[in-house]
């Protein structure tokens, strides 16, 4: 898929706006500071030869994450260390914002939700010229991305297989497109970060204990990358959390708590639910039914 800005914005998928009808404004409402708004894309889908296949409409949001954690209370236990969260436990007001490896999603639901990984790695790098081209390309159980970055730069990601190396990754996208090729050839290996495609399955039954925990972000609902939603998904959630607080007060903290899962819990499930989506779309090893799929996408 190739990203082409234009100047409308996208008529759907958008997400929750702020008080001056802007995703800016609900961002900087819930105090994410400085904010960088790419509004309205849409993005082409590309085959490895060039042709392109369809498009789809698209939005991204980027900015920091928010983190807060009540007064005197908090998560015991080695929960930044995967594997070793089955020994936390909660005490006090927490709000769980610790990541895919919740520990506090762990104390609260022990394993009967956990991080799945999905067969796939993706690898990221930023290549330091300009492409002046920049999209996704899907290809047979891989894709390959390319985004601005910055005047003189340009970021990029390839999804493939697990296990494959960075030599493996060049072999892999040998013959594509220009400039994929000369990206992977003219970047170094040593600045390449790779990531193992994960996310949390099951979904979680509720986003919180009723009482005086509740998750947000990658611990309540940790998606894929595909649709870059995973960050905007927590900043929605710390919005709608901060409002339901801040209308019941301390003593209906726990209908606070209920109301903000009735709000976000189902809306945050099915974007990760889209975003895994895309995934397999993306990485399809028998691509001949997405291709004919992605051609009848309205251009
Ligand atoms: C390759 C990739 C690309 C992505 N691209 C995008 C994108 O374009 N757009 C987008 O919106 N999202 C994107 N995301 C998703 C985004 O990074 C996450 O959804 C987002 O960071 C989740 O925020 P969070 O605050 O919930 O969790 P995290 O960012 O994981 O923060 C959790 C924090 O809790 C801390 N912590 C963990 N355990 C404990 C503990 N026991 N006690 C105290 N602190 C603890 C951690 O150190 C960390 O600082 C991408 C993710 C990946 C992997």
Request: proline share 7%; hydrophobic share 35%; charged share 25%.
């Amino acid at each position: 898929m190739r990203r082409a800005r234009r100047r409308r914005p996208s008529p759907v998928r958008r997400p929750r706006r702020g008080r001056d009808g802007s995703s800016r404004g609900l961002l900087v409402q819930v105090g994410a500071g400085t904010v960088q708004h790419v509004p309205g894309e849409r993005v082409q889908i590309v085959q490895p030869c060039g042709g392109q296949r369809g498009r789809r409409p698209g939005e991204e949001v980027s900015e920091r994450a928010v983190q807060r954690e009540g007064e005197g209370a908090g998560v015991r236990g080695p929960g930044r260390q995967p594997g070793r969260a089955q020994q936390a436990s909660v005490r006090g007001e927490v709000v769980g914002a610790d990541g895919i490896h919740s520990a506090v999603r762990t104390a609260l639901f022990g394993s009967r939700s956990g991080v799945r990984t999905l067969g796939t790695t993706v690898w990221i790098g930023i290549a330091d010229f300009e492409t002046g081209v920049h999209g996704e390309t899907w290809g047979d159980g891989r894709f390959f991305g390319i985004t601005p970055v910055e005047p003189g730069r340009t970021n990029w990601y390839a999804t493939v297989p697990a296990g494959t190396t960075a030599d493996g990754l060049r072999a892999a996208f040998d013959g594509w497109h220009d400039p994929i090729p000369r990206i992977l050839a003219e970047t170094d290996p040593a600045g390449w970060i790779r990531y193992e495609m994960r996310h949390l399955h099951p979904a979680l039954p509720s986003c919180t204990d009723g009482r005086r925990t509740v998750l947000v972000g990658d611990a309540a609902h940790a998606m894929t990358p595909n649709l870059g939603q995973g960050a905007c998904t927590a900043l929605l959630d710390a919005e709608a959390l901060g409002r339901a607080v801040a209308a019941r007060g301390r003593a209906g903290l726990p209908a606070a708590l209920r109301a903000y899962d009735r709000e976000r819990r189902r809306s945050a499930q099915r974007v990760a639910f889209g975003s895994r989506t895309l995934h397999r779309f993306g990485s399809a090893r028998r691509p001949a039914l997405r291709d004919a799929l992605v051609g009848l996408l309205p251009g």
